[in-house]
């Protein structure tokens, strides 16, 4: 079979480790040649993945197409899928979920709970949401990692806002953050993960380090487990999807936002559960059975990024020290240059004591350091 990426980064790379296990020729469609996935396909071709004609003309030799990032054409997949090949999410799922305006009325639709919202399409409506405070304002499109996302807590925050379509959150005082991956077949059979819960690293708002199985209690838990398969069975979709929820301080549990696709938060389950989500997506799009969610054993999931301060060829600092650790697994992306606050790598622990997988973690947060000669 003919399989077809959009986008070359890390969860590209990945996923292409993964589809090593299967008899499948690899398509990559990515503007930067030196990109994560570049040499580790069977075709790479460089364009633009929001083109119409350049996604359409990759993805009409495929029998079947898939993402890794959101901000793609999404009428050049229609078309494809209107002439036969199959693709990962459905266009219209995707559609849905690519602007988080309509992400958020498709919740209210089919009775998700999600923090309350407002629609604003420029500042001027902003000024009108005074009494709506504390709330966060989110764009519609184009936001990610948490650019595109702006705390406003009082009056004077306002202007701080966006002045493009964008969605006014309620602020949601959150206990914990979690996420939950759901992998959908063709034959609309799920199965689902086990939940992740999430720190924050506060400088970047990028995820710190990431804990899985989340420790939730039974009734918390079976509430993620059931609203994370409701909005994910809502889409009429098949593929992988990363369910981000918030369980705030009563307990409630809210759909933050949703991506349909391979996820930063499951990268433990490379080695963490017995059928990662790389290796589940590939036997999705080659329609074969659903894996193994199980987690094998407990996990940290440490994210790699550039340090501050340093920006140019990236140097893997303390990588010895670390790789000297057990039960430890290092991934690097392949990104020859750094600069601060970009995804360069992840490291995984198992154990089953969660005190420890948490000393580990901050360990290797402390020992690995991507900087750079230059500064
Ligand atoms: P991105 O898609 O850029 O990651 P998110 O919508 O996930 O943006 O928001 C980034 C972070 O902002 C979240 O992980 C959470 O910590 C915080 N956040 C987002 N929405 C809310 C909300 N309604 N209330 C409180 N905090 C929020």
């Given at each position: 079979m003919k399989i077809g990426i959009l986008g070359g980064g890390q969860l590209g790379r990945m996923l292409l480790q993964a589809g090593i296990n299967y008899v499948v020729e690899t398509y990559i469609l990515e503007n930067?040649?030196?990109?994560?996935?570049?040499?580790?396909?069977?075709?790479f071709t460089k364009g633009d993945i929001r083109d119409y004609d350049t996604v359409y003309n990759f993805g009409k030799q495929l029998d079947a197409i898939t993402i890794e990032?959101?901000?793609?054409?999404?009428?050049?997949l229609e078309q494809l899928q209107r002439e036969g090949v199959r693709v990962y999410p459905n266009p219209a799922a995707l559609r849905i979920i690519k602007n988080k305006i309509n992400q958020k009325q498709f919740y209210k639709h089919h009775d998700i709970p999600t923090s309350e919202f407002k629609i604003t399409y420029q500042l001027s409506d902003l000024l009108s949401h005074e009494n709506f405070l504390p709330a966060v304002h989110k764009l519609g499109e184009?936001?990610?990692d948490g650019k595109g996302v702006q705390l406003l807590r009082e009056g004077a925050d306002l202007?701080?806002?966006f002045d493009q379509p964008s969605v006014l959150e309620k602020m949601v005082?959150?206990?914990?953050?979690?996420?939950?991956?759901?992998?959908?077949?063709?034959n609309r059979e799920t199965t689902i993960y086990p939940p992740?819960?999430?720190?924050?690293d506060t400088r970047y708002n990028l995820l710190d380090y990431q804990l899985s199985p989340a420790r939730l209690e039974k009734e918390v838990f079976w509430k993620v487990e059931a609203i994370a398969l409701k909005v994910v069975r809502e889409l009429k979709s098949p593929g992988i999807f990363a369910v981000e929820l918030f369980v705030d301080i009563k307990n409630d549990v809210l759909v933050n936002e949703i991506a349909p696709r391979v996820h930063n938060s499951g990268h433990h389950t490379i080695e963490g559960n017995y059928c990662s989500q790389y290796d589940?997506?590939?036997?999705?799009l080659l329609q074969l059975p659903l894996g193994n969610t199980v987690a094998i054993q407990p996990s940290a999931l440490v994210n790699i990024v550039g340090e501050e301060g340093y920006t140019g060829k990236a140097i893997y600092s303390g990588l010895n020290k670390v790789l000297a650790l057990n039960n430890v697994f290092v991934h690097l992306y392949g990104k020859t240059q750094t600069k601060p606050g970009r995804k360069m790598g992840h490291?995984?622990?198992?154990?089953?004591?969660?005190?420890?997988?948490?000393?580990?973690?901050?360990?290797?947060?402390?020992?690995l350091q991507v900087v750079s000669e230059s500064f």
């Open positions: 930067d040649e030196h990109c994560p996935s570049a040499h580790l396909c069977h075709h990032i959101e901000s793609v054409n999404v009428d050049a184009g936001g990610y202007e701080k806002g005082q959150i206990q914990k953050e979690i996420a939950v991956i759901v992998a959908v077949n063709d992740a819960e999430m720190v924050f589940m997506l590939w036997r999705i490291v995984t622990v198992l154990g089953n004591d969660y005190t420890e997988l948490t000393h580990t973690a901050h360990k290797v947060k402390n020992i």
